[in-house]
Nanobody, 127 residues
């Protein structure tokens, strides 16, 4: 059973930063592609960023390019999302998701590609 637990959300002023973490249970973490999605009230869940299972490949939504950085530490079974220069429109519940892949270069950007999801962490940005 794979479990994902997000942490690191909170209230931050516009322009501020947070580091979100996604801890993934299980001994096969280096076989999982991991992505971050977010959902604001009244809006659909949207892709934010994803990282290949080796960490060698990353992908970002246009809205966050240059401000957010995804990384993973396979020794700690954790994926991080560094979020900088936060804007009010970044406020949302952030979810991490994971899916098994034999392809070392796979990176997925749609929620349907992911099998396992965390419960989310709230990011609130004050203007």
């Amino acid at each position: 059973q794979v479990q994902l637990v997000e942490s690191g959300g909170g209230l931050v002023e516009a322009g501020g930063s947070l580091r979100l973490s996604c801890a993934v249970s299980g001994r096969t973490f280096n076989w999982w592609v991991v992505g971050w999605f977010r959902q604001a009230p009244g809006k659909e869940r949207e892709f934010v960023s994803a990282v290949s299972r080796t960490g060698g490949g990353t992908r970002y939504a246009d809205a966050v390019k240059g401000r957010f950085t995804i990384s993973r530490d396979n020794a700690k079974n954790t994926v991080y999302l560094q979020v900088n220069s936060l804007k009010p429109e970044d406020a949302a519940v952030y979810y991490c998701a994971a899916s098994y892949s034999v392809d070392a270069y796979a990176i997925w950007t749609t929620s349907n590609d992911y099998e396992h999801w965390g419960q989310g962490t709230q990011v609130t940005v004050s203007s």
